[in-house]
């Protein structure tokens, strides 16, 4: 007994540099995601408030000119966050099926263990589904456009407005490819068909 006593004292410091090292990795992926979180939000925020001002007290002529200035705040700080968001797909997609390899094949403790980074993962997650949320909203501008009374003689110049806008592309851009939901719904799925594959070869191999 007091063997193993001894033997477990002496993996203590092991333990804690292990719960160390993950507790800084973990902290610094979860903060730069809800970093980027938030700058996504403020850009929601923003397409939001021009649509209110469409709505509520903006003149037919001035939707243009908004929406260029619109546009071109969501593309600056789209790209001042795409390689920051980009990095951190790519460190969950290669990280993950290696989780789930290092959890089937030790023993149950480890599997408790890797509850943890899940908790990384559906930040990084909801960081990414964030950014592309943004496009979404962008999509759907025109149509609110389209809906909203300017008064009379204005539906020739309304119409103007509505193409100009729906040709736009405006959205939140990474290495000038246009995220949206659905394309992120591709990328997940064809994400998890290679991670099944592979880990299908690791483990009966």
Do not use: E, P, T
């Given at each position: 007994g007091v063997y193993r006593f001894e033997h477990r004292l002496d993996h203590i410091p092991e333990v804690l540099l292990e719960v160390a090292m993950?507790?800084?990795f973990s902290g610094a992926i979860l903060g730069l995601s809800f970093t980027i979180?938030?700058?996504?939000?403020?850009?929601?925020a923003l397409i939001d408030a021009f649509c209110c001002d469409v709505v509520e007290r903006m003149h037919v002529s001035e939707v243009a000119g908004?929406?260029?200035l619109t546009q071109a705040v969501l593309r600056k700080s789209s790209g001042s966050i795409e390689h920051g968001l980009v990095t951190l797909i790519m460190i969950v997609a290669f990280v993950l099926p290696l989780m789930l390899v290092?959890?089937?094949l030790h023993t149950s403790c480890s599997r408790h263990s890797a509850l943890a980074p899940l908790i990384v993962v559906c930040g990084v997650v909801f960081m990414a589904f964030a950014a592309a949320r943004i496009s979404d909203k962008?999509?759907?501008v025109p149509m609110l456009i389209n809906a909203v009374?300017?008064?009379e003689g204005t539906?020739?110049?309304?119409?103007?407005?509505?193409?100009?806008v729906t040709s736009s592309g405006a959205g939140f851009y990474v290495f000038s490819t246009r995220l949206t939901t659905v394309m992120l719904l591709k990328f997940v799925y064809?994400?998890?068909?290679?991670?099944?594959?592979?880990?299908?070869?690791v483990m009966f191999a």
């Open positions: 993950f507790a800084v979180v938030c700058v996504c939000q403020s850009l929601s908004v929406w260029n290092d959890v089937m962008c999509s759907r009374s300017f008064g539906d020739w110049h309304r119409q103007q407005v509505v193409d100009y064809g994400w998890a068909v290679a991670a099944m594959g592979i880990f299908s070869k």
